[in-house]
């Protein structure tokens, strides 16, 4: 997607996202809903939220979903399902 299209500055479009002026930043998402149907994108955003206790990592909800979904579904025969689980749950701990 063209974001000059999308009636953004150069300077702006250059830049990432957490250094781009906070009034682009705001209507960036739904600048880029109205351009995704000419593009053909559908669900370009996923609902999800953010977990961040203290100091630690910073995690969003799909992150973790696809983490674990990814060691469950690994192609290892040896492996058990329970022990995949196991590695799952431990791949999220905080």
Do not use: W
């Not at 994108?41 to 979904?69: M, V």
């Not at 040896?78 to 196991?86: A, C, L, R």
Request: charged fraction near 30%; hydrophobic fraction near 40%.
């Amino acid at each position: 997607m063209d974001l000059i299209n999308c009636r953004l500055p150069l300077a702006e479009v250059r830049q990432k996202f957490s250094g781009m002026d906070l009034k682009f930043r705001k209507h960036l998402k739904d600048i880029m809903l109205k351009k995704s149907d000419k593009y053909g994108l559908e669900h370009i955003t996923i609902p999800t939220f953010t977990r961040q206790i203290g100091l630690k990592k910073k995690y969003s909800a799909i992150d973790c979903y696809l983490a674990a979904l990814s060691i469950l579904e690994a192609p290892e025969k040896q492996v058990n399902t329970s022990k995949k689980f196991m590695a799952a749950l431990e791949c999220l701990a905080p």
